[in-house]
């Protein structure tokens, strides 16, 4: 598995476009990158998900350069509610009949101020 | 939105004691997962199950730990006989297939179990 490595933390004030960036340097061909939050006491949530290129949902843009040995999850306008832990996640989700298993790191906690 | 959810949302146990925790994925999802979050650790894999049966277990998921599908809705982690270290959050995962190659595992609330 690709291991991935990621800012702790990060504090941003309300309104503001947060940018996490995750390091990836051995990703695999067949590897996707997928983001999860997780708020306290709450299962993680998928946010998104991406190969190569640019993504973008109601929630968050991910960033992947054509080397794809990192990706930035953006979130525009953060407000108090997206304090939370971001996790990055990279595997191989083609494979196997369901067996893909996510493993989590420690994630980057974030912190939006008033 | 269907939702995965969990109960209890949280049960305190005796050391050797036996615990089962459920969950009822969304239907029409065919894969199922069980983690567990230590306080303030990471999240960590335990088992995936699919086409009712094991596909994949973790280093944790020792002979201790079993899961099952009693009733094509429930899935139930089963603990056989607790120990001080199983205190953690357990969260149930589910996910549909899909022949898009995209993969999104919803998360239970989790249960915090607490064994004294």
């Known amino acids: 598995l690709a291991k991935t490595t990621q800012p702790i933390s990060m504090d941003s004030y309300e309104g503001q476009e947060v940018n996490i960036t995750c390091s990836h340097n051995?990703?695999?061909?067949?590897?996707?990158i997928t983001w999860y939050q997780q708020f306290p006491s709450q299962g993680p949530r998928f946010i998104i998900q991406g190969y190569k290129t640019k993504v973008t949902n109601e929630v968050a843009s991910l960033f992947i350069p054509a080397d794809r040995k990192s990706s930035t999850l953006s979130l525009p306008r953060v407000s108090l509610s997206d304090t939370a832990v971001y996790y990055c996640?990279?595997?191989?989700?083609?494979?196997?009949?369901?067996?893909?298993?996510?493993?989590f790191g420690k994630g980057t906690k974030l912190s939006v101020i008033p | 939105e269907p939702e995965v959810t969990q109960t209890p949302s949280h049960q305190v146990t005796q050391m050797g004691q036996e615990v089962i925790l459920r969950c009822v994925p969304i239907?029409?999802?065919?894969?199922f997962y069980w983690y567990r979050q230590i306080l303030g650790q990471k999240v960590e894999f335990l088992v995936s199950?699919?086409?009712?049966?094991?596909?994949?277990k973790s280093e944790i998921f020792d002979d201790q730990f079993s899961v099952e599908r009693p009733d094509g809705s429930n899935f139930t982690l089963k603990i056989r006989s607790t120990k001080l270290e199983d205190s953690a959050m357990y969260f149930c995962a589910s996910r549909p297939w899909t022949s898009d190659s995209t993969d999104t595992q919803y998360f239970g609330p989790g249960t915090r179990l607490t064994v004294l």
């Open positions: 996640l990279v595997g191989d989700i083609t494979s196997g009949a369901g067996s893909y298993q996510l493993t």
């Open positions: 051995n990703i695999a061909t067949n590897d996707y």
């Open positions: 199950f699919y086409n009712n049966e094991i596909s994949e």
């Open positions: 239907s029409n999802h065919l894969y």
